[in-house]
């Protein structure tokens, strides 16, 4: 398969920010579809902060967080601010993040995980990403990632199944992909991909 590189510079330059002067990239995908590496990787090129669903999210509540990033990102920025704080979200228990304090509001910021094209954010999201991954390969990523936290890998494929039943709604309510300004293939290098 050729690669054609995407011109991330390009699709910005031709777009207007959404969120007072603060242009907003999402890039979502299927748990474990590279979406966090992909936005490590622009935030480094382009000088962006990176905002996490994944902080606002929890596996109590995997979808339906969205209204705390319109009132603790989105409008926050459009009041003014130039540092965001809030709280972070527990994915189970004995989970006590840090919240995040007087993270900089920089001229482009990445929204990333699942759901951040949501139909809800297209009124704030200038560019939309989507990472494409065969399912497959976003299982064995997720439970690679996940073994972590000690489960078995038996209690972690019953888990994943259950977050991919719920991202299936998303995906077939909003269909990011068929939304998206930009395709990125999750299994090749991201370097190739992105001028």
């Given amino acids: 398969m050729k690669i054609v590189k995407k011109d991330i510079q390009n699709n910005i330059m031709s777009r207007e920010p959404k969120v007072a002067n603060v242009f907003f ?19 480094v090129k382009l000088g962006a902060e990176i905002v996490h669903t ?19 990102v989105f409008d926050d920025i459009k009041s003014g601010v130039n540092k965001l704080s809030y709280e972070r979200s527990k994915w189970s228990k004995d989970h006590h993040p ?16 699942v759901s951040s094209m949501r139909t809800e954010f297209s ?10 991954t065969p399912r497959e390969v976003c299982l064995k990523r997720g439970i690679d990632r996940d073994f972590k936290t000690g489960k078995t890998k038996k209690e972690l494929i019953k888990i994943w199944n259950e977050w991919f039943n719920e991202e ?22 991201f370097e190739s991909q992105l001028t």
Wanted: aromatic content about 10%; glycine content about 6%.
């Fill in 54 to 72: 994944d902080d606002f999210a929890s596996w109590d509540n995997p979808l339906n967080w969205w209204p705390l990033i319109i009132q603790h």
């Fill in 168 to 189: 299936d709604d998303y995906m077939a309510r909003d269909n990011p992909k068929k939304r998206a300004d930009i395709i990125i293939d999750g299994t090749q290098s």
């Fill in 25 to 43: 990239i999402a890039i979502d995908g299927h748990g474990g579809s590279g979406k966090s590496t992909l936005a490590q990787y622009l935030s």
């Fill in 123 to 132: 009124q704030y999201i200038s560019l939309n990403i989507f990472v494409d």
């Fill in 98 to 113: 840090d919240p995040v304090v007087d993270q900089p509001v920089t001229d482009i910021m990445i929204l990333e995980g």
